[in-house]
């Protein structure tokens, strides 16, 4: 069963009237692709990641506080139609959603840096989103999900408000 069918299914009875799941895809807290791939490396989410989140932040519009929201080692990150959600995962041996520990309406996402392709056999697309009034969701996606990773960052883009002069 794909990811987006366990977010569906794990939504069932929960989802706003005629909102659709479009993805469902596994990630990693900023520098868990390579700490789970060089086992237990310290990874790179000290000051490469603050460093990230300030180039990504300038020029910010909205009230976005700058605190990382915070997220276990391993999520699943959900997309709708109307709302962007992070899920604990459960299950002992096949990823699936479980608690429901982050939901934002797609209008209350003020900015999303530029994904970076990490290259290296720890291969990742990081992403930050910026969350008006909550602060800042950093993640990054495993190389096997940097292709419906992509996908899904295209979608939040342009289900983004437009920035207001």
Known sequence: MAQVDKVRKRLAGELLPGEQVQYGILAFRIGGVRKTMIGGAAGIAGAAGAAAVNVATSGAKADVPAAQLPLPG???????????????????????????????????????????????????????????????????????????????????????????A
Do not use: C
């Open 74 to 164: 391993r999520f699943i990150v959900g997309l709708t139609d109307q709302r962007l959600m992070v899920f604990s995962i459960g299950g002992f041996f096949v990823a699936k959603p479980k608690k429901l520990l982050h939901s934002y309406a797609l209008d209350q996402l003020a900015w999303m840096s530029e994904p970076e392709l990490i290259a290296g056999v720890a291969q990742a697309l990081r992403v930050f989103i910026g969350v008006a009034d909550a602060g800042v969701l950093s993640f990054e996606f495993p190389r096997l999900q940097v292709a419906e990773a992509r996908n899904m960052v295209r979608r939040i883009e342009r289900d983004m408000p437009t920035p207001q």
